[in-house]
């Protein structure tokens, strides 16, 4: 499989800047610079399939971390299930 280049090319918040060799499973890891101005290592899958486009500092939305946006999000579906199989029993 041919190599493809990284090292320059941006990836949403996240300018690869080094290639840090591979895993023991041959994913390459790459540090990362973030436009906030963090560091971080990432694997080149993970930035291609777009899964990581920051160092997280984007997980937060006004002050909430993305962990919590999930038991956020999580609890009004399941709410709104419970409302809709109230209406649809009536």
Same mark, same amino acid.
Do not use: P
């Given at each position: 499989? =041919?190599?493809?280049?990284?090292?320059? $090319?941006?990836?949403?918040?996240?300018?690869?800047? /080094?290639?840090?060799?591979?895993? /023991?499973?041959?994913? +390459?890891?790459?540090?990362?610079?973030?436009?906030?101005?963090? +560091?971080?290592?990432?694997?080149?899958?993970?930035?291609?399939?777009?899964?990581?486009?920051?160092? $997280?500092?984007?997980? =937060?939305?006004?002050?909430? @971390?993305?962990?919590?946006?999930?038991?956020?999000? $999580?609890?009004?579906? /399941?709410?709104?299930?419970?409302? @809709?199989? /109230?209406? @649809?029993?009536?």
């Amino acid at each position: 499989m =041919k190599k493809i280049e990284m090292i320059g $090319k941006r990836f949403g918040k996240l300018i690869v800047n /080094k290639e840090l060799g591979k895993n /023991k499973n041959g994913h +390459i890891r790459y540090l990362c610079q973030c436009d906030c101005g963090n +560091i971080c290592e990432v694997f080149g899958t993970h930035l291609r399939q777009h899964k990581i486009i920051s160092c $997280k500092c984007n997980n =937060k939305v006004d002050g909430v @971390s993305g962990a919590m946006w999930y038991k956020i999000i $999580k609890s009004g579906v /399941k709410k709104r299930i419970k409302r @809709s199989n /109230k209406r @649809s029993n009536n």
